[in-house]
């Protein structure tokens, strides 16, 4: 899968482009922490980012404080760039007390209803219709801006996916989708698999990008190993939406397991290892010292500082408390029934 | 005041409340320019135009999923799913979306919607235009369950629906849809939510129903001279525990009546809750009267479903119960 990579000159400062680099450097490095907290036993689960980080920082850049963002559980670096507090983020993934859902749901699967933000579902494309639904709540009041969503490749086999961008050409919503295509829904390739690898079938053999054109608009196949491309062309989307939805297909690899509870080596060779050309990290590094914004003294500087950052962010959230256990009954109904009332004595 | 059907009063509800708030949005199945097939939206798009009342392509995940959505972003959204039956493809959005959002979130979301649907027999529909699957819904957490069993709760209780602050999924009875009128006020009004009507009072035994089934059990009560409380639920889950307790705690017997089937029902349910909270008062066993435990067959469904000599059977056996 041949992607051409277009970098022109970013519309973004400098020092946004630095900032954008390191909190994908913090993603990176999160991710590996927040593994290992997984492995100690902090986490019951975790979901891995690595491979994704460009299409994170570039969704994160180009949403508008107009927009709407209905994310899936692997955009966190998204939140991060967005600006979210990282109390909130990381009160979130380690269930902690302070975690506006009250540890209810898994790791990464936020609610920020107040920053414009989705309740992330696991049910792969649970959300698309949802986002297609709010899409239209912001046609009906006129107001600015668009919606953006995102899911994964398994994601465009489900029925939730095609029913959402039926909707959304038929009501041509301010509405734009974006597939992380990382090649694999679990042990699944997304397109048919190169000789040798597994015998698996594929998730499906007609290009993503090109399912938009059935529903009556347009899909684009971009680079999701560069952050600024992602920017770029996911921000000209939104722009447009008020015209029709778009389709976007980020391509990437998905360089760690599925979650905690897979073991890639079963069914693939990894065709991008850490540090590798194709890994977004040296991506992007290569793009930024080209523009002259990053040199290696920089990134060592950046390395170190996020480093000690990163640890002490892990540190601190997996050793912060629990929600308290008389909570758990709570926010069923806006009125408990009588069950739920009684139901409150039973918990010891 | 005006007499009308159960069709009318809801098309009624709708449109009072279409008219004091217009972030209420319809959506579904030929709910536009046909008023759908029942005629319950009728109208409705002539008077508040298609971004309020949206004809959907044929998709039930779609329709629903579009209802969470716009009631997620501020709106209220009013779905239609055009026979219950069909329901199923959108049960992920249901189970895993629309009712579980407010607990998931801790009230980060809230979701107020009214997925309305015709359900259960009385046109002839066989396997798949006649089915009462109230169960599904009840043994979600997070549902509101609500069926009406006569035009005036009919309107009163979609109205209530819609003030409410979670979603709520709204059984229409179709055989009673235009089996009966009723006098129902023009204006606003509302009928209280997880409250039970009791239709009747009698000191024999307490008859526990709800929906399709009300006028068949007053019917049969009142020609068999049957001396006892009929209960109308209202509100399935969460439904009226003191209504049905206080009743059967003077009564001593209970028979519960649902068009659905038996097996791992509503009406398991409520025979558990009387049994764990009241089996000192009970001087009989609590029997269920039911559909058969099948599929809703087309040429014999009258045979299918309950009827007053079922009914009759059961009550005669607690009364005489030593």
Redesign the interface.
């Known amino acids: 899968m041949e992607v051409e990579i277009m970098i022109e000159e970013a519309d973004i400062s400098n020092e946004k482009v630095l900032e954008a680099y390191r909190n994908l450097v913090m993603e990176r490095m999160l991710d590996k922490k927040m593994l290992n907290a997984s492995r100690q036993g902090f986490l019951p689960f975790y979901i891995p980012l690595m491979g994704h980080e460009a299409i994170h920082i570039g969704i994160g850049l180009a949403l508008r404080n107009i927009d709407?963002f209905y994310p899936y559980y692997r955009d966190f670096g998204a939140l991060v760039q967005l600006g979210i507090p990282m109390d909130m983020i990381m009160s979130q993934v380690f269930s902690n007390a302070s975690d506006?859902?009250?540890g209810?749901?898994m790791p990464d699967?936020v609610?920020?209803?107040k920053y414009n933000i989705?309740?992330v579902?696991?049910?792969v494309a649970?959300?698309?219709?949802?986002?297609?639904?709010?899409?239209?709540?912001?046609k009906?009041r006129k107001s600015d801006g668009a919606v953006l969503t995102t899911f994964g490749d398994g994601a465009t086999s489900t029925?939730?996916f095609h029913?959402?961008m039926?909707?959304a050409g038929?009501?041509d919503l301010p509405m734009v989708f974006l597939c992380e295509n990382n090649g694999f829904a679990i042990s699944v390739p997304t397109y048919p698999n190169e000789e040798g690898q597994s015998d698996a079938y594929e998730e499906t053999r007609g290009p993503i990008y090109k399912k938009a054109e059935a529903y009556g608009f347009e899909g684009i196949r971009i680079d999701g190993t560069s952050f600024l491309e992602v920017y770029k062309q996911t921000r000209k989307a939104l722009e447009n939406a008020s015209n029709g939805p778009v389709l976007i297909e980020a391509m990437t690899y998905r360089m760690g397991p599925h979650s905690t509870a897979d073991d890639p080596n079963k069914y693939r060779k990894d065709e991008v290892p850490e540090g590798s050309d194709k890994d977004p990290l040296i991506v992007n590094q290569k793009i930024l010292k080209d523009m002259g914004i990053l040199t290696e003294k920089k990134i060592q500087d950046i390395n170190n500082e996020i480093d000690d950052l990163t640890s002490k962010l892990v540190d601190k959230y997996e050793k912060a408390p629990k929600p308290d256990k008389k909570?758990i009954l709570?926010?069923?109904?806006?009125t408990d029934?009588?069950?739920i009332t009684e139901e409150r004595g039973d918990i010891e | 005041m005006t007499t009308m059907t159960m069709v009318k009063a809801l098309n009624s509800a709708l449109d009072n409340a279409m008219e004091r708030d217009d972030s209420i949005?319809l959506m579904g199945e030929d709910v536009g320019v046909d008023g759908g097939v029942f005629r319950v939206t009728d109208g409705l798009l002539a008077k508040y135009g298609k971004?309020r009342v949206?004809d959907?392509?044929l998709?039930e995940?779609?329709i629903?999923?579009?209802?969470?959505?716009?009631?997620?972003?501020?709106?209220k959204?009013i779905p239609e799913i055009q026979f219950q039956d069909f329901i199923y493809?959108a049960m992920?959005?249901i189970i895993?979306?629309m009712a579980k959002?407010?607990?998931?979130?801790?009230?980060?979301?809230?979701l107020p919607m009214v997925l309305r649907t015709p359900y259960a027999g009385g046109v002839h529909g066989g396997p798949y235009h006649s089915q009462a699957g109230e169960a599904y819904f009840a043994h979600t957490?997070?549902l509101?369950v609500v069926t009406p069993s006569n035009p005036y709760d009919a309107k009163g209780l979609l109205l209530s629906s819609i003030e409410?602050?979670?979603p709520v999924i709204f059984l229409e009875p179709k055989r009673l849809y235009y089996a009966t009128k009723g006098d129902v006020p023009d204006d606003y009004y509302t009928v209280d939510l997880?409250k039970a009507n009791i239709l009747k009072e009698g000191d024999d035994l307490t008859i526990i129903t709800y929906g399709p089934t009300v006028p068949l059990v007053m019917d049969t009560v009142n020609k068999n001279n049957v001396n006892a409380d009929v209960i109308d639920l209202r509100t399935i889950?969460?439904f009226d525990?003191?209504a049905i307790l206080n009743s059967v705690k003077k009564t001593s017997r209970a028979v519960i009546v649902t068009e659905s089937p038996r097996l791992f029902g509503v009406s398991a349910e409520i025979s558990a809750t009387i049994a764990e909270r009241a089996i000192d008062y009970l001087a009989a066993p609590i029997l269920r009267v039911s559909s058969l435990d099948i599929p809703v067959p087309f040429a014999l469904e009258d045979y299918y479903v309950p009827n007053e000599q079922k009914i009759m059977k059961a009550i005669n056996k607690v009364l005489q119960y030593r």
């Open positions: 709407y506006n859902e009250l209810r749901d699967h609610s920020f209803k989705g309740a579902i696991t049910p649970g959300h698309l219709m949802s986002a297609a639904g709010i899409a239209y709540a912001k009906y029925p939730d029913v959402a039926n909707f038929v009501y909570t709570d926010n069923l109904y806006e029934p009588w069950y | 949005i971004e949206l959907t392509p998709a995940l779609g629903v999923g579009f209802g969470i959505g716009m009631s997620m972003a501020g709106l959204a493809t992920d959005q895993n979306q959002l407010r607990y998931r979130t801790n009230g980060d979301y809230t957490q997070g509101t409410l602050n979670d997880r889950n969460p525990v003191d």
